[in-house]
């Protein structure tokens, strides 16, 4: 089976930074993407950015410029480097992993994986 594990939530200050981390454990054979959601109280989920293993990266344009995404390969690790963060960044922030994992039969599955989801929250 495959996990993903998200740490490095809490309480920041607006103005404040953050650096989310997720680790994707199990049989992985290959990591196509993986990607940072959140969900603001009383809203849907909404991606925030996306990263592939080549390293090319996409924003929302709520967090372009103010938000980092990268990934260590090696580790199978993502991480969010949220920077000048805002009352309206306040949200559980979700990992999510495109990638491909050996079964219990020798086959290579492909699929989407989430993480369990840790809290951000922005105040003063």
């Known amino acids: 089976q495959v996990q993903l594990v998200e740490s490095g939530g809490g309480l920041v200050q607006p103005g404040g930074s953050l650096r989310l981390s997720c680790a994707a454990s199990?049989?992985?054979?290959?990591?196509?993407?993986m990607a940072w959601y959140h969900q603001p109280p009383w809203k849907q989920r909404e991606l925030v950015a996306t990263?592939?293993?080549?390293?090319?990266?996409n924003y929302a344009d709520s967090v372009k410029g103010r938000f980092t995404i990268s990934i260590d390969n090696a580790q199978n690790t993502v991480y969010l480097q949220m920077s000048s963060l805002k009352p309206e960044d306040t949200a559980v922030y979700y990992c999510?992993?495109?990638?491909?994992?050996?079964?219990?039969?020798?086959?290579?599955?492909?699929?989407?994986?989430w993480g369990q989801g840790t809290q951000v929250t922005v105040a003063s």
């Open positions: 199990g049989r992985i054979v290959r990591i196509y993407r």
């Open positions: 999510n992993a495109d990638l491909s994992h050996l079964t219990i039969l020798p086959n290579e599955r492909r699929a989407y994986y």
């Open positions: 990263i592939t293993s080549d390293g090319i990266a």
